[in-house]
């Protein structure tokens, strides 16, 4: 019992300390969007920047900064430059009034002079550094003449350097206020924009000097704490740039802190080396430059001071929130989390486009049921509907007039309608005639029998004409059907191709990378975009091998090894890379490979054959042999066997199924043109990873497959492509194997010799008699043999194309990586 009560409390304590961790987040969010509001929106931070760029000086003397950041935020942020202008001049009072004044002329000076800049120039950014310049020459000449009298030439000239710092400093701001002062997201900083935010972090430091705390220099403390973020965020070379950029400017405010460079600079490179030590290191690093460097200020006196602030800076960047060093580094290019937000932004837009896609698949499978739920019915009889349209229009013609209207259709309607319902099927079928019983019967029952039996006869053309229409508008429909929803699936695969995670190869991707670089062979880098088996697809950027071949050779036969499948160079470019890199592209290698032979002549020995043949290789896999006939003889047929291939080479390249692409061109063939043209198409579709061979034969000649001694023969009865709209095709299939040979020839080859009786058995008798498995030998021979048959005359076009199937076996053994061979499968 006691044990259950402990375990009910223990429960109790645990929701509690949920709750409590939720409350604390939700209140820390809140906290953070309240901050961001009032410091981003609300525009306070401009109040603590303005306020230090008020007392920064350069040498003591010059206040180049107050008029640059004025005008940058006046030309930038409007509404907020009122609180730069408060703040500036606050922070101006607590170096002297002189300096005020200054800093309240210049600002003021040009509100004044912007009214009457604005009417010549339309964009206050474009002239803005300018206007800096000329404000901060004349203003401080002005304050000079008033309380000094004639400047003298030392302080003209440094007035003209303020100015100039004023120019400066003003195209700097431009670029870095908007980082602190409007939220961006999927945002990247460009190494100008990162220069200059660094300048104005640390113009603003410049106005803590003379802030100090028991002796220890506030400027100190916060340049080496900016540093350390910058260095443990982005690593040697930011760490570095940022400890020289704000070392050269605190030197500037102040010449005692000259060495303060070159320990904010080794400091940087220190942090940024030891990084992987998480924020200890960095912090370590720190602490290492400034005993190296800290000795050689101003004495050993003030190590101890330097060691003390040094540590303080240490402290205040290890309670640093994670948050925000991450936030910080999602900005920098080359960072991890720079990297993941990127990459997170582009899953993303992976994802809606894939869903897009998705979405235009579900449009078109939504189209394609809505036209195969044809209303009309696939039983093209007469329907009830129809008959009666037709029967009405009968009555209106007979019966409106007849003085037994009303005995006949309302008094006897079902005997009436049955009669008439009976003739028009008769008269349909053209039997009315033939019918006498039904004549007979119908002049006894109808006074005007036979006017309604001449009329219905006249009108019956109309209603078939009609059931054609019907009957076509189905069959084009159901077309339409088919092709939309072969479309669909395409899209449909492509969606979730897009999405298909590529992250899950990161481990593989190194495990290739160190194992080809322990071997000796330098990699620039390791893409891998798919590792199914039969379908691995990965890139490789390597040196300039001079021809050598060592992608063939040497890659290709360790990473057959690693995935534990043969894999062989699908794609090389040399040198396309600016480093003078080579991107080379390996995939699996297929299991067979075909070789092909042609053979072909025109009728009566032209240069034009109305045959046509493709071979074509497609990207999943498969290869397509394909022969196309045109009707007749010459440049016609020619034309529109061409125009076959050409069409179905395009389908079949988008994914469509082979079905559904002889479909589309049937449906395209016989819609385009009124003239009796059509063609025949021979396809055999070779899966190149099993040899599994489908066959389209569209009208065409009969295919064979020599195996051995063995002849086997290939044929389906389909009509040639462009004789119907509405076409069902037979498809055959059948497994090949490694030494077949596949013959496939046109009509003009099949039919050519015009005393054999039996083409079929001579065909395979020549076939059988071939002494060689060569492709082009057996199609040369064959392509004789025809010719010889027919007394040398060739009186149709004649095509021959074959095949033999192979095993596909790599020029080179794999080379054995033992470490990594288990691990990257």
Request: glycine fraction near 6%; include cysteine; charge should be neutral.
């Amino acid at each position: 019992m006691e044990r259950i009560e402990r375990r009910i409390v223990s429960q109790i304590s645990e929701v509690r300390l949920n709750e409590t961790q939720a409350v604390f987040s939700r209140w820390m969010r809140h906290v953070k969007v309240r901050f961001a509001h009032l410091f981003i929106h609300k525009g306070f931070m401009l109040l603590a920047i303005g306020f230090l760029l008020g007392r920064a000086l350069i040498l003591s003397k010059l206040l180049p900064f107050a008029l640059p950041f004025f005008v940058s935020v006046y030309a930038m942020r409007r509404d907020k430059a009122g609180l730069a202008f408060i703040a500036l001049v606050a922070g101006s009072l607590t170096i002297s009034f002189e300096t005020a004044l200054f800093v309240f002329a210049a600002m003021f000076s040009f509100l004044l002079l912007n009214q009457f800049v604005k009417k010549f120039f339309d964009d206050l950014l474009k002239v803005a550094p300018f206007v800096v310049f000329c404000l901060s020459l004349s203003t401080k000449l002005a304050i000079v003449y008033f309380f000094s009298g004639t400047p003298t030439m030392y302080e003209s000239v440094m007035t003209l350097i303020e100015a100039g710092l004023g120019f400066v400093l003003t195209l700097i701001f431009l670029q870095s206020i908007p980082l602190l002062t409007v939220q961006k997201h999927k945002q990247s900083l460009r190494a100008e924009e990162m220069v200059s935010l660094v300048i104005l972090l640390a113009s603003m430091l410049t106005g803590t000097i003379g802030w100090e705390i028991s002796q220890l220099s506030v400027e100190h403390i916060l340049s080496r704490y900016l540093v350390l973020v910058f260095a443990f965020v982005a690593g040697t070379t930011v760490g570095s740039t940022v400890g020289v950029v704000t070392g050269l400017i605190l030197s500037l405010a102040n010449v005692d802190n000259l060495y303060q460079m070159s320990l904010l600079a080794f400091a940087g490179l220190l942090g940024g080396l030891l990084k992987e030590g998480k924020k200890i290191g960095a912090a370590f690093g720190l602490l290492i430059a400034t005993l190296l460097i800290g000795l050689y200020g101003n004495g050993k006196t003030d190590a101890i001071p330097t060691m003390i602030e040094s540590c303080l800076a240490a402290a205040l960047f290890l309670l640093t929130p994670r948050s925000w060093t991450e936030t910080v580094a999602k900005y920098i290019p080359g960072t991890v989390e720079y990297t993941n937000e990127q990459q997170q932004y582009v899953r993303k837009i992976r994802d809606v486009t894939a869903q897009r896609v998705s979405q235009f698949s579900r449009v078109f499978q939504a189209l394609a049921n809505s036209f195969s739920n044809d209303r009309f019915s696939s039983n093209y009889k007469c329907d009830e509907k129809e008959i009666d349209y037709f029967l009405s229009d009968i009555t209106e013609k007979t019966c409106q007039t007849c003085f037994k209207k009303e005995q006949c259709w309302s008094h006897q309607f079902d005997t009436t309608y049955e009669y008439m319902k009976q003739m028009m099927v008769e008269v349909d079928a053209g039997k009315l005639l033939q019918n006498h019983q039904l004549l007979r019967e119908w002049n006894r029952y109808c006074v005007k029998g036979k006017k309604v039996i001449s009329i219905m006869e006249k009108d019956v053309a109309n209603y078939q004409a009609n059931k054609k229409l019907r009957k076509q508008i189905h069959e084009s429909r159901k077309l339409v059907a088919e092709q939309l929803m072969g479309v669909s699936q395409v899209m449909e695969d492509f969606a979730k191709e897009i999405q298909r995670e590529r992250e899950n190869h990161y481990l593989q991707e190194e495990q290739i990378f160190r194992a080809l670089q322990d071997f000796g062979i330098e990699i620039g880098h390791v893409d891998i975009y798919s590792l199914e088996k039969g379908n691995i697809d990965i890139e490789m950027s390597i040196p300039y091998c001079e021809g050598r071949g060592e992608c063939e050779k040497l890659i290709a036969p360790m990473l057959s090894d690693i995935l534990g499948e043969t894999i062989v160079v699908k794609r090389e470019e040399c040198a396309v890379y600016p480093n003078g890199y080579c991107c080379v592209a390996f995939g699996s290698m297929k299991a067979f490979v075909v070789e092909t032979g042609v053979a072909f002549a025109a009728k009566g020995g032209g240069f034009v054959s109305g045959d046509s043949y493709s071979m074509i290789e497609l990207g999943t896999g498969k290869y397509a042999i394909a022969i196309s006939d045109g009707m007749g003889n010459g440049e016609r047929a020619h034309n529109e066997s061409n125009e076959t291939l050409r069409l179905l080479q395009k389908i079949l390249q988008t994914g469509i199924d082979e079905t559904v692409a002889i479909k589309s061109i049937n449906s395209i063939l016989s819609l385009r043109t009124t003239d009796e043209i059509f063609s025949t198409l021979d396809l055999a579709m070779i899966d190149l990873q099993n040899a599994f061979t489908k066959f389209l034969k569209i009208g065409s000649s009969p295919s064979f497959i020599k195996r051995g001694n063995n002849v086997m023969k290939i044929e389906s009865g389909n009509l040639p492509i462009g004789i119907i709209k509405e076409i069902e095709f037979e498809m055959v299939n059948e497994q090949l194997k490694a030494g077949d040979l596949l013959i496939m020839m046109s009509d003009g080859v099949f039919e050519g010799p015009s005393h054999v009786e039996n083409h079929e058995v001579w065909m395979k008798r020549k076939i059988k008699e071939l002494q060689t498995n060569n492709p082009q030998e057996v199609a040369d021979l064959i392509m004789e043999e025809v010719i010889r048959a027919s007394s040398g005359k060739i009186e149709d076009d004649m095509t021959v194309v074959v095949a033999q199937i192979k095993h596909n076996t790599p020029k080179w053994a794999t080379i054995p990586a033992y470490m990594y061979a288990k691990k990257a499968q």
